[in-house]
């Protein structure tokens, strides 16, 4: 018997049916399952499947919880994370049971890790028993599945936890073995369960492993063993003792879970790069599997996964990255930060900060704590770095009849992170399906505290009448009441395309030009076309692309302020398009037009007016993008007439922002034949 397996069985449990209802005929158990946290036991979805009669996961079903020494418990399916085999079932009542410790990271694979479950004794009907197998764990990563390599997985042990031997915590829920294949096991990463908040309108996550970390302070302020203690012994029987040591994580965990949760990913990554900025003085980035919680970005910074180092060579930073962190947590709250879960944690990063010996960072940390205590949100912005991930979403020209697409992270330093991609790409008409889920899980991971990321679309010249700021991140549902997070994301975001065509050009003196002229501002307005707004499209003699090369030329060499381009028509096909790269040749950078075409319409004057009249009272191309979000939300409305807003119903922005260093020109791969 290994050291994990008495500590571990007290938290494992049977499932089977409840003592009532229309499958309590069926057999008595169905698979195990463990505790996470006082009155939540996490297991697999497909063992309460077995309800008998069941069509779907019913959510409130009734089952019956088996402790190791043999309490039976009434349980209800409270969540069914879809698209994973993962379940949650809440056990009223069970505030006294022994909780697993869950893992504040992605798991460390290939690593040495044990399966724990029940699983059916041959022979007697009904009967059960706890086992204990060992196995090699590779995979895990980005949500991914765990593989687990010579493994016995037996019947009933489906549920059961994936135990980390060498830090002793849970990093997996077993699933079964690979069908035909006796010794390679399968199993759900435990930080699948981080998206549990994506499917409702609350975070469940949360509110488990607020539970959890309270529950094991509880634990270790008390008499008798407990798992803070275990890990103590395990660092220091492995030679590995860390300077962030089993004591302060779970002090500093359970503080983190009496103060507010993060608003999402995107808000906790932006505090642990800002971190490990300050810590290391680099530029790093640490990516993660999407924390939730204020407890997943300390794990990343003490014992950092995907590829990333924790500290230079030689130098153990764990503390020091950790203190700081949790003083920045202190900083972001937006609640009253003299509620007695912010000041406990206040004192808590104090007492840990005057402790430290490194003294760069000591001071630092002070620092922030003293900018908390003023109150005043104008210092958060200086100590927290204010610099935040927008979004990119690149559409490559039509191959073979589909899109390539990818869904990009675009970092404050010009550089991309790919959150999701398809090279084989797919139809116009499947775009915004395709690309929803990235888009939506890489929304979650810029939008950080108040910032709401922006999304610029860099499209071939043919997608530019595709109503993309329609597109939405995430669907609504008719049985849940409506929510920010389906709006359409240009109602909500900024939203501006860029010109697969100028970014051929690369940067040019006329751009570098045009781009300070815009960041600067002021800006006025200027025919894209000369004729359009005097005499409309039908002209007999319009103006010659190389006439308007020149006028646009000239009306970026002024160091008063920026022109910017308007045009009442689509920029997509026809002269709109070849006078657009006229445009761009010419060093502008924006250009305000809308995607309805040459015919249809006879209000080029109106659109006009209008048009000057925005970009005139917009300061700067920064300022330009947020008024055309607020007048798509005026024009929104099918029904509403008001004539100061029609006009822009189908506006368009094209955006080259002047902020972003130029992109660099990696086309995807075209599929095969």
Request: net charge negative; glycine share 10%.
């Given at each position: 018997?290994?050291?994990?397996?008495?500590?571990?069985?007290?938290?494992?449990?049977?499932?089977?049916?409840?003592?009532?209802?229309?499958?309590?005929?069926?057999?008595?158990?169905?698979?195990?399952?463990?505790?996470?946290?006082?009155?939540?036991?996490?297991?697999?979805?497909?063992?309460?499947?077995?309800?008998?009669?069941?069509?779907?996961?019913?959510?409130?079903?009734?089952?019956?919880?088996?402790?190791?020494?043999?309490?039976?418990?009434?349980?209800?399916?409270?969540?069914?994370?879809?698209?994973?085999?993962?379940?949650?079932?809440?056990?009223?009542?069970?505030?006294?049971?022994?909780?697993?410790?869950?893992?504040?990271?992605?798991?460390?694979?290939?690593?040495?890790?044990?399966?724990?479950?029940?699983?059916?004794?041959?022979?007697?009907?009904?009967?059960?028993?706890?086992?204990?197998?060992?196995?090699?764990?590779?995979?895990?990563?980005?949500?991914?599945?765990?593989?687990?390599?010579?493994?016995?997985?037996?019947?009933?042990?489906?549920?059961?936890?994936?135990?980390?031997?060498?830090?002793?915590?849970?990093?997996?829920?077993?699933?079964?073995?690979?069908?035909?294949?006796?010794?390679?096991?399968?199993?759900?990463?435990?930080?699948?369960?981080?998206?549990?908040?994506?499917?409702?309108?609350?975070?469940?996550?949360?509110?488990?492993?607020?539970?959890?970390?309270?529950?094991?302070?509880?634990?270790?302020e008390g008499p008798g063993d407990c798992w803070p203690r275990r890990h103590h012994r395990l660092a220091l029987a492995q030679g590995r003792p860390h300077s962030f040591t089993p004591q302060s994580r779970t002090q500093l965990y359970g503080l983190f879970a009496d103060v507010e949760p993060p608003t999402g990913p995107g808000e906790v990554l932006?505090?642990?790069?800002?971190?490990?900025?300050?810590?290391?003085?680099?530029?790093?980035?640490?990516?993660?599997?999407?924390?939730?919680?204020?407890?997943?970005?300390?794990?990343?910074?003490?014992?950092?996964?995907?590829?990333?180092?924790?500290?230079?060579?030689?130098?153990?930073?764990?503390?020091?990255?950790?203190?700081?962190?949790?003083?920045?947590?202190?900083?972001?709250?937006?609640?009253?930060?003299?509620?007695?879960?912010?000041?406990?944690?206040?004192?808590?990063?104090?007492?840990?900060?005057?402790?430290?010996?490194?003294?760069?960072?000591?001071?630092?940390?002070?620092?922030?704590?003293?900018?908390?205590?003023?109150?005043?949100?104008?210092?958060?912005?200086?100590?927290?770095?204010?610099?935040?991930?927008?979004v990119l979403v690149v559409i490559e020209p039509e191959m073979y009849g589909t899109h390539p697409w990818r869904v990009q992270l675009l970092n404050p330093d010009g550089g991309t992170t790919t959150v999701r991609y398809d090279e084989e790409g797919v139809p116009r008409h499947g775009l915004e399906a395709a690309v929803r889920q990235g888009l939506?899980?890489?929304?979650?991971?810029?939008?950080?505290?108040?910032?709401?990321?922006?999304?610029?679309?860099?499209?071939?010249?043919?997608?530019?009448?595709?109503?993309?700021?329609?597109?939405?991140?995430?669907?609504?549902?008719?049985?849940?009441?409506?929510?920010?997070?389906?709006?359409?994301?240009?109602?909500?975001?900024?939203?501006?395309?860029?010109?697969?065509?100028?970014?051929?050009?690369?940067?040019?003196?006329?751009?570098?030009?045009?781009?300070?002229?815009?960041?600067?501002?002021?800006?006025?307005?200027?025919?894209?076309?000369?004729?359009?707004?005097?005499?409309?499209?039908?002209?007999?003699?319009?103006?010659?692309?190389?006439?308007?090369?020149?006028?646009?030329?000239?009306?970026?060499?002024?160091?008063?302020?920026?022109?910017?381009?308007?045009?009442?028509?689509?920029?997509?096909?026809?002269?709109?398009?070849?006078?657009?790269?006229?445009?761009?040749?010419?060093?502008?950078?924006?250009?305000?037009?809308?995607?309805?075409?040459?015919?249809?319409?006879?209000?080029?004057?109106?659109?006009?007016?209008?048009?000057?009249?925005?970009?005139?009272?917009?300061?700067?191309?920064?300022?330009?993008?947020?008024?055309?979000?607020?007048?798509?939300?005026?024009?929104?409305?099918?029904?509403?007439?008001?004539?100061?807003?029609?006009?822009?119903?189908?506006?368009?922005?094209?955006?080259?922002?002047?902020?972003?260093?130029?992109?660099?020109?990696?086309?995807?791969?075209?599929?095969?034949?």
């Open positions: 018997m290994s050291s994990l397996e008495a500590p571990v069985s007290r938290g494992v449990v049977r499932i089977g049916p409840a003592a009532d209802g229309y499958d309590a005929g069926s057999a008595d158990f169905w698979g195990s399952g463990f505790f996470v946290a006082p009155e939540w036991v996490v297991t697999c979805a497909h063992v309460v499947d077995k309800r008998v009669g069941a069509m779907e996961r019913e959510p409130g079903g009734p089952v019956t919880v088996t402790t190791y020494d043999e309490e039976r418990l009434d349980g209800e399916i409270a969540h069914v994370l879809a698209g994973h085999d993962l379940a949650l079932v809440r056990v009223p009542g069970a505030d006294f049971a022994d909780c697993l410790w869950l893992s504040d990271r992605s798991a460390a694979t290939p690593a040495e890790v044990e399966l724990f479950g029940w699983a059916a004794t041959l022979g007697a009907h009904g009967a059960e028993e706890f086992v204990a197998t060992t196995a090699i764990a590779t995979g895990g990563r980005q949500g991914k599945a765990l593989w687990l390599k010579s493994a016995l997985v037996l019947p009933g042990c489906s549920g059961g936890p994936v135990v980390d031997t060498r830090y002793g915590s849970v990093v997996g829920v077993i699933k079964g073995k690979k069908q035909g294949d006796a010794t390679l096991g399968r199993a759900e990463s435990i930080t699948v369960l981080r998206t549990l908040g994506d499917e409702m309108a609350g975070s469940p996550w949360a509110e488990v492993v607020g539970a959890h970390d309270r529950h094991h302070l509880r634990r270790f932006h505090l642990v790069n800002g971190a490990s900025r300050r810590m290391l003085r680099s530029t790093q980035r640490i990516e993660s599997n999407d924390p939730r919680t204020w407890r997943e970005g300390a794990g990343l910074l003490h014992d950092p996964r995907e590829g990333t180092e924790a500290a230079p060579a030689g130098q153990d930073l764990e503390q020091e990255g950790v203190v700081l962190y949790a003083a920045m947590v202190y900083l972001t709250l937006r609640a009253r930060r003299d509620s007695p879960g912010a000041q406990k944690l206040r004192d808590w990063v104090h007492k840990a900060a005057d402790a430290l010996e490194n003294e760069v960072i000591r001071e630092e940390t002070l620092e922030i704590l003293a900018g908390g205590d003023r109150d005043d949100d104008a210092d958060a912005g200086p100590v927290l770095e204010a610099v935040h991930d927008d939506s899980e890489a929304l979650a991971r810029a939008d950080a505290g108040q910032y709401v990321a922006a999304v610029d679309f860099l499209l071939p010249r043919a997608l530019f009448d595709e109503p993309v700021d329609e597109w939405r991140s995430r669907l609504p549902r008719a049985d849940e009441p409506p929510s920010v997070h389906t709006l359409p994301i240009g109602r909500r975001r900024v939203v501006a395309l860029r010109d697969q065509l100028r970014r051929r050009d690369g940067v040019t003196p006329e751009w570098n030009r045009g781009r300070r002229a815009t960041d600067r501002g002021p800006l006025e307005a200027v025919p894209l076309c000369l004729d359009v707004p005097d005499r409309g499209h039908t002209a007999t003699a319009p103006e010659g692309e190389e006439a308007a090369y020149a006028r646009l030329s000239v009306s970026t060499a002024g160091i008063a302020g920026a022109s910017l381009p308007v045009y009442c028509a689509s920029t997509a096909t026809g002269r709109g398009s070849r006078v657009l790269t006229r445009a761009f040749h010419a060093g502008h950078v924006a250009v305000l037009c809308r995607r309805t075409g040459e015919d249809g319409h006879d209000d080029c004057a109106e659109f006009y007016r209008r048009a000057a009249q925005l970009v005139r009272e917009a300061p700067t191309g920064s300022a330009l993008r947020e008024r055309v979000r607020v007048l798509r939300n005026l024009s929104a409305d099918p029904d509403r007439s008001d004539q100061q807003t029609a006009w822009a119903r189908h506006i368009v922005l094209i955006y080259d922002p002047p902020h972003r260093p130029a992109l660099p020109d990696e086309p995807l791969h075209a599929p095969p034949l």
